[in-house]
């Protein structure tokens, strides 16, 4: 889920994505892992009004290395 006007590492609408994993079992969401452009391995900084994760493409069943992968576009 894009939160693009997420105030993230101090910095206002700078933007984040939250990810979450889906159980159909419990018909749950948990939430899995929160980036921002200040999260390790994710490109550029946080910036006033960036609005980074306005636009998010999702995919299913996306793996490298035996691991569920993130992909950033």
């Known amino acids: 889920m894009g939160v693009p006007e997420e105030n993230a590492g ?31 391995g994710i490109p550029g900084t946080n910036e006033f009004t960036d609005r980074f994760g306005e636009q998010v493409a999702l995919g299913y069943g996306l793996r490298t290395a035996g691991r569920d992968a993130l992909g950033a576009c």
Not at 13 to 39: C, E, K, M, W
């Open 10 to 40: 101090g910095v206002s609408d700078a933007g984040a994505v939250q990810l979450f994993r889906y159980s159909a079992s419990a018909n749950t969401l948990t939430p899995t892992l929160y980036i921002h452009q200040g999260t390790a």
